[in-house]
């Protein structure tokens, strides 16, 4: 595809229950990143992906999120036990290479989001 | 604490007319500072990316410009457009170790341009 896709563009769901979450990069893209937007907050990062694994996964709220990214690729952001605290918008973002001290730019291109609303 | 603070939180302006909104960060080393529009419902798309020795950068009617010694940055758009409503996010990148993977944000400056 041409950018960054995710799917669902929106999902409800039951307090305590699971959800997942899913990430087209662009593809060639090696980093990917996901983010959580609350209602007027900027984006909050949560884990960024160099490859298939994790590189950095210190923005994770809890136990409960856990993201996948098990061929370099697609990325699935998984949340178990959902609480309406965890209603926002997830974003997802890919960049073609993660970034290191030196370099000048590594733009991230955004995908959509995904609204979670959890009831 | 937000690391990266800006101001105003919203603004109205009519069509045609200029404004400038602002960006302040407090952490340091930095790697480069965004500035991004978001349009409600859709992801932040990139206006500007500067690094720390880079003083001004223009795309079209936008111009951002970098004041590293006093960690402060603006956004300056000119002949304002209704399109040009949108949430403005200013996010720095901060270096830490050998390489480094996360954006901070700020909160955004929500514009508004009337007819």
């Known amino acids: 595809g041409a950018g960054v896709s995710q799917t669902p563009s929106n999902k409800v769901t039951e307090k305590g229950k699971y959800v997942e979450l899913r990430c087209d990069p662009i593809s060639g893209h090696t980093a990917l990143y996901w983010y959580r937007q609350s209602l007027g907050q900027g984006p909050e990062f949560l884990i960024y992906?160099?490859?298939?694994?994790?590189?950095?996964d210190s923005g994770l709220p809890n136990d409960r999120f856990f993201a996948v990214r098990p061929e370099g690729s697609v990325s699935t952001l998984k949340i178990q036990r959902t609480e309406r605290g965890d209603s926002a918008v997830y974003l997802c973002?890919?960049?073609?290479?993660?970034?290191?001290?030196?370099?000048?730019?590594?733009?991230?291109?955004f995908g959509p989001g995904t609204r979670l609303t959890v009831l | 604490k937000n690391q990266v603070e800006q101001s105003p939180q919203s603004l109205i302006i009519l069509e045609g007319k200029n404004c400038t909104l602002q960006?302040?960060?407090?952490?340091?080393?930095?790697?480069?500072l965004r500035w991004y529009k978001q349009d409600t419902g859709r992801g932040p798309v990139s206006l500007t990316i500067?690094?720390?020795?880079?003083n001004t950068k223009s795309n079209g009617r936008y111009t951002a410009t970098l004041d590293a010694d006093t960690k402060q940055s603006s956004l300056h758009i000119t002949a304002s457009q209704l399109s040009d409503s949108a949430s403005y996010i200013c996010v720095v990148s901060f270096d830490r170790g050998s390489t480094l993977g996360r954006l901070y944000f700020g909160r955004g400056t929500q514009l508004t341009v009337w007819p």
């Open positions: 992906f160099q490859g298939t694994g994790a590189a950095d």
């Open positions: 960006c302040n960060y407090t952490v340091s080393p930095f790697s480069n």
């Open positions: 500067m690094t720390f020795s880079e």
């Open positions: 973002a890919s960049s073609l290479e993660g970034q290191q001290r030196g370099s000048s730019y590594n733009e991230q291109f």
